[in-house]
């Protein structure tokens, strides 16, 4: 049992880590080494206090050393899930999991736009994580969803266990060429099914499908934590960075605009000052 999982390495999660490290708390933090696309796309900056005019790569390389100097590392792995338990939360991690007595979102907005159906029906058929379910789609037809041609391995897993897979990308040079995958490139339009999902609409098509799999980059913050608030795409957050649910706290850019490095900064601190008066009162 952690004190305190920070998910995401943006700036918000660069500043949530300092001070966790700061406060000697027990904490995991997920992330890349890269730490945030965005900061090293970044031509210039120049409103950041004490960094004037600093290209991001200047910026996220700062950003590094200051972490690798104090001993923070950053697991490089991808978090499918997060569950409140009641009392503690739960990330799953490709098959791992790690419990912590609260979780501060650093996520970053998401551009993964959320299927119809896909809320609804995680966990019952539709899943993030081939690692982790794909054993349950052995000898069965699979409906796969990918952003990003990264996560091809993951298709090539999933194509060695089920025996049929509709494969919809959302960009056109795919390199899966297996004999038991229909690649279309598309967007699906829903994701079908009453308790269970049972199919896929894609390009107009309607495919029947004893799972899905939606394989991204990202994953949007209500569909990360079931039961999340979150209005126009955003986590609802109050001046501490509080959640509706009790040890979840979120900074930066998914908590809204302005979508700037200071502003994700002093929500990072803010979150985790706040976990910590959290963390000091929870009995698990």
């Known amino acids: 049992m952690y004190d305190l999982l920070i998910i995401g390495s943006g700036p918000a999660g660069v500043s949530a880590a300092l001070s966790a490290k700061a406060r000697n708390l ?21 409103n950041y206090p004490g960094l004037p005019s600093i290209t991001g790569t200047e910026m996220r390389d700062a950003f590094l050393r200051q972490t690798g100097s104090l001993g923070i590392s950053i697991l490089e792995e991808r978090v499918n899930a997060v569950y409140d338990m009641g009392g503690y939360y739960t990330s ?6 790690y419990d912590a007595k609260a979780v501060i979102l650093a996520t970053g907005v998401s551009s993964c736009r959320e299927i119809p159906g896909e809320s609804r029906l995680l966990g019952r058929g539709v899943s993030y994580c ?4 794909g054993g349950l789609y052995r000898g069965k037809r699979i409906a796969v969803v990918c952003t990003d041609s990264s996560l091809e391995e993951e298709i090539e897993f999933l194509a060695d266990l089920a025996s049929e897979v509709f494969l919809c990308t959302s960009y056109k040079d795919c390199g899966i060429r297996r004999d038991n995958v229909r690649h279309t490139v598309g967007y ?5 099914g009453e308790s269970r999902a049972s199919g896929i609409v894609c390009n107009g098509e309607t495919v029947d ?8 980059s990202c994953v949007a913050p209500a569909a990360l934590l079931p039961g999340l608030a979150a209005e126009g795409g955003h986590i609802q957050v109050d001046r501490q960075q509080r959640t509706n649910l009790p040890g979840c706290f979120a900074a930066g850019d998914c908590t809204g605009r302005p979508y700037q490095y200071a502003k994700a900064v002093g929500e990072g601190n803010v979150a985790l000052h706040s976990a910590v008066e959290y963390i000091k009162k ?3």
Request: with cysteine; aromatic share 8%; charged share 25%.
């Open 92 to 97: 799953v991690v490709n098959e791992k999991m």
């Open 282 to 284: 929870a009995v698990v």
């Open 26 to 46: 027990d904490f995991l933090w997920f992330g890349s080494r890269a730490l945030s696309p965005k900061i090293t796309k970044a031509e210039r900056v120049i």
């Open 209 to 216: 499908a004893d799972g899905v799999f939606c394989l991204r």
């Open 130 to 133: 081939a690692t982790c379910d």
């Open 188 to 192: 699906p339009m829903e994701i079908l």
